[in-house]
């Protein structure tokens, strides 16, 4: 990609290396706490090894971004040769990710705009792919953040958690915390809203939940084309499955992509987790 503008991201992307690599976007690490130590996500400390935290009941928290890390990959953007940035990042109803940002962005040597997608995970990725392709096309500063809103606001994201608690402990749980005093009975379907992470149906058991998330991935799809993304922790076998079904029953499928979350979204949701993320072209 010319080096004209560049692209700035966070961890909770979980973009693919290869599009990573591909397309020059810089990747902030974004940081979570097991105990006492912090880590880097996706540099220090990997998915399999945050599983192993959460099942041993070890204390895992996240913290606010502290903006230097941002200010930093805009040094080095305008150091490469940048002559402006552009910063696509996890929801601010979520993190101060954002905040950050725009505090780093004010001091940088070079013009940014921070865009906050309202999103997490690929959903949040495909806004900062869009990003970084209309960059490489020529278009100027704002018409490339204007790109990643668009491709932003038409991307939905659906995912099934084991159970509430994590999200509840984070305080990441907004409205679905009226679903916590029957979290026994039921396997709670979440989606993203406004920003925020929402109730979105309850399902008796485990199996149904992922049946059901299935059909709205297949209705909320169409017949339209679509890039598609399924997530998972620690529940490899079952975002495969769930993966190949959804290539077989969507007709405007262009590329899908299977991947796992990382430490900070895994923080908030627990091992288990199912997502589906669908954007239209």
Wanted: charged content about 25%.
């Amino acid at each position: 990609m010319p080096a004209d503008l560049a692209i700035v991201t966070d961890s909770t992307a979980y973009l693919p290396q290869d599009a990573v690599d591909r397309h020059g976007i810089t990747v902030v690490p974004l940081s979570v706490a097991v105990g006492d130590e912090v880590l880097a996500d996706g540099v220090e400390i990997t998915p399999k090894e945050l599983a192993e935290a959460l099942r041993a009941k070890h204390r895992v928290t996240t913290s606010r971004p502290n903006p230097e890390t941002f200010a930093a990959a805009y040094r080095g953007a305008a150091e490469a040769g940048a002559r402006g940035v552009v910063s696509v990042h996890l929801s601010g109803e979520l993190s101060g990710t954002c905040e950050a940002a725009r505090l780093a962005a004010a001091e940088a040597p070079i013009p940014v705009r921070v865009v906050d997608s309202r999103l997490v995970g690929m959903a949040l990725g495909y806004s900062v792919l869009t990003a970084a392709r209309s960059a490489a096309d020529g278009l100027g500063l704002d018409e490339v953040a204007a790109a990643a809103v668009r491709r932003a606001a038409h991307t939905s994201g659906f995912f099934y958690v084991d159970t509430l608690e994590h999200l509840r402990r984070g305080g990441r749980i907004g409205a679905a915390r009226a679903l916590l005093g029957s979290a026994l009975a039921v396997k709670p379907l979440l989606h993203l809203s406004g920003g925020r992470i929402e109730p979105l149906e309850k399902v008796r058991t485990a199996s149904r939940a992922i049946a059901r998330l299935e059909e709205i991935a297949v209705e909320r799809a169409g017949d339209r084309r679509v890039d598609l993304t399924v997530h998972h922790l620690a529940a490899e076998d079952r975002a495969e499955l769930l993966a190949e079904r959804l290539r077989e029953r969507i007709p405007g499928l262009c590329e899908l992509y299977v991947g796992e979350v990382g430490a900070v979204i895994g923080a908030h949701v627990g091992t288990g987790l199912l997502a589906v993320v669908l954007s239209p072209r």
